[in-house]
T-cell receptor
């Protein structure tokens, strides 16, 4: 079945640093979504991307939908301690069911 | 801001027992989903539901699982005879259409002993 490869698996950075993570797939997706999950909670939507090449920002977060439709990246600028959590990419391949395929997640730790 | 709610937050059950997990999706959304997350792993799709029918299910969603929208607001996931490997976080999600953002609830932690 479809799979998303998300990297890196984990990051430990200093407060104020920029962070970049990405997801790649062997198949095409029509929609890319980025979520953040904190311990014991559900995924919270950060950014949604709908068109190849689209670049979208949400505060200090910026994400892009790869031109080949097989990849996406998420950047966090000037990280702060509350950025700590697990970041997941999720792709939707279209059709009429809305099924999301999730990446394995990137665990981010920020040192004050 | 509208949100997806789920009850209970934690359910402990014995192997072989039936459990029902409940969700209230966002009120104007038409598409509903259940996902599962085993501790420390990624989120996995279980089932999508639209117009009172299952539109897609994964291989995880076998005959022990069923979903229902019993009224205009609730969406439920039933596991008929729980197994130890059903222990996981179960998330409900909803969206206004299939190619739009999905919003997730806080989850129900199911522990099967």
């Amino acid at each position: 079945g479809q799979q998303l490869n998300q990297s890196p698996q984990s990051m430990f950075i200093q407060e104020g640093e920029d962070v970049s993570m990405n997801c790649t797939s062997s198949s095409i997706f029509n929609t890319w979504l980025w979520y953040k999950q904190e311990p014991g909670e559900g995924p919270v939507l950060l950014i949604a991307l709908y068109k190849a090449g689209e670049l979208t920002s949400n505060g200090r977060l910026t994400a892009q939908f790869g031109i080949t439709r097989k990849d996406s990246f998420l950047n966090i600028s000037a990280s702060i301690p509350s950025d700590v959590g697990i970041y997941f990419c999720a792709g939707q391949s279209g059709g009429n069911t809305g099924k999301l395929i999730f990446g394995q997640g990137t665990t981010l730790q920020v040192k004050p | 801001e509208p949100e997806v709610t789920q009850t209970p937050s934690h359910q402990v059950t014995q192997m072989g027992q039936e459990v029902i997990l409940r969700c209230v999706p966002i009120s104007n959304h038409l598409y509903f989903y259940w996902y599962r997350q085993i501790l420390g792993q990624k989120v996995e799709f279980l089932v999508s539901f639209y117009n009172n029918e299952i539109s897609e299910k994964s291989e995880i969603f076998d005959d022990q699982f069923s979903v229902e929208r019993p009224d205009g607001s609730n969406f439920t996931l039933k596991i008929r005879s729980t197994k130890l490997e059903d222990s996981a976080m179960y998330f409900c999600a909803s969206s206004p259409s299939t190619d739009y953002e999905q919003y997730f609830g806080p989850g129900t932690r199911l522990t099967v002993t």
